[in-house]
Nanobody, 125 residues
Framework: QVQLDESGGGLVQAGGSLRLSCAAS??????????MAWFRQAPGKEREFVAA????????NYTESLKGRFTISRDTVKNTVYLQMNSLKPEDTAVYYC????????????????WGQGTQVTVSS
């Protein structure tokens, strides 16, 4: 089994920054071979894809509207994935979830084998 634990959420003013972390534990050999992704779900809305990174960290994928403001990265030694969020807007308010799966294409489409519990991000205007 793989456990994903998100952290770093909180309340921030518009224009501010946050860095989310997703620490993976459990079957570390499996984790290192997995692509990882971030999704978010705002109140009353569907969960939406934010960004994904390949198992080796060199390939990334973003939802087009967030490119330039959000950056995904991973530390393969620490088994941790990060989401750096800059120039935050009130519409970025959501619960942010981390997911892990077999390929970057799969996780980008929501096909994650494992999910974390989520971390709340609230951006005030």
């Amino acid at each position: 089994q793989v456990q994903l634990d998100e952290s770093g959420g909180g309340l921030v003013q518009a224009g501010g920054s946050l860095r989310l972390s997703c620490a993976a534990s459990g079957r570390t050999h499996s984790i290192r071979a997995m692509a990882m992704a971030w999704f978010r779900q705002a109140p009353g809305k569907e969960r939406e894809f934010v960004a994904a990174v390949s198992w080796h960290g060199s390939t990334t994928n973003y939802t087009e509207s967030l490119k330039g403001r959000f950056t995904i990265s991973r530390d393969t030694v620490k088994n941790t994935v990060y989401l750096q969020m800059n120039s935050l807007k009130p519409e970025d308010t959501a619960v942010y979830y981390c997911g892990a799966g077999s390929t970057i294409a799969a996780v980008s489409a929501g096909g994650c084998d494992y999910w974390g519990q989520g971390t709340q991000v609230t951006v005030s205007s």
